[in-house]
T-cell receptor
Framework: DAKTTQPTSMDCAEGRAANLPCNHSTISGNEYVYWYRQIHSQGPQYIIHGLKNNETNEMASLIITEDRKSSTLILPHATLRDTAVYYCIVRAHFGNEKLTFGTGTRLTIIP | GAGVSQSPSNKVTEKGKDVELRCDPISGHTALYWYRQRLGQGLEFLIYFQGNSAPDKSGLPSDRFSAERTGESVSTLTIQRTQQEDSAVYLC??????????????FGPGTRLTVL
């Protein structure tokens, strides 16, 4: 699986958009970008994934650069409940294989 | 409940003792994973079960660690002769296997293991 690089921590004001970057310069053609988050004392939770097109669901949007070497997870209107560690993971799509988690970005939403 | 459940939620044991951790996956999920998370760190993959296939044990850190799964239901992770470095939160996840779309992993709340 390709390696990802994320900032260690970020703050965002409540109600504003939170933009979490991820670098994955060694991503290969068959690898997707996945985002999970882990709220304190809970197991990780799936957020979104994508290959090359931008994706949006009820939780977030995922913007992937044209060269696919980086991406941004956007929480459009952050709330205090979005405070969590956010993990960007790159891996091949198919199958039910292990996820390789880095240390992620600790996002703190400020009231 | 409909989610992944794990027991116990907390376990304190003495060094050298054996411990057994349990995971109940979501009904109908054929894939089951165990991960370990040390304090302040990301998750480390331990083992993966998929249906009747041989499990992927590539993440088990030593032969003191083993896991079993009964059919497509309960799984137990056993740690023999526990060491202090085994202290961590042990997380179980399950996912549905079907088609060629991505099947997200659903995680349980974890078991916090403390080895004294």
């Amino acid at each position: 699986d390709a390696k990802t690089t994320q900032p260690t921590s970020m703050d965002c004001a409540e109600g504003r958009a939170a933009n979490l970057p991820c670098n994955h310069s060694t991503i290969s053609g068959n690898e997707y970008v996945y985002w999970y988050r882990q709220i304190h004392s809970q197991g990780p939770q799936y957020i979104i994934h994508g290959l090359k097109n931008n994706e949006t669901n009820e939780m977030a949007s995922l913007i992937i650069t044209e060269d696919r070497k980086s991406s941004t997870l956007i929480l459009p209107h952050a709330t205090l409940r979005d405070t969590a560690v956010y993990y960007c993971i790159v891996r091949a799509h198919f199958g039910n294989e292990k996820l390789t988690f880095g240390t992620g970005t600790r996002l703190t939403i400020i009231p | 409940g409909a989610g992944v459940s794990q027991s116990p939620s907390n376990k304190v044991t003495e060094k050298g003792k054996d411990v057994e951790l349990r995971c109940d996956p979501i009904s109908g999920h054929t894939a089951l994973y165990w991960y370990r998370q040390r304090l302040g760190q990301g998750l480390e993959f331990l083992i993966y079960f998929q249906g009747n296939s041989a499990p992927d044990k590539s993440g088990l850190p030593s032969d003191r660690f083993s896991a079993e799964r009964t059919g497509e239901s309960v799984s137990t992770l056993t740690i023999q002769r526990t060491q202090q470095e085994d202290s961590a939160v042990y997380l179980c996840a399950s996912s549905f296997s079907g088609g060629r779309s991505y099947n997200e992993q659903f995680f349980g709340p974890g078991t916090r293991l403390t080895v004294l």
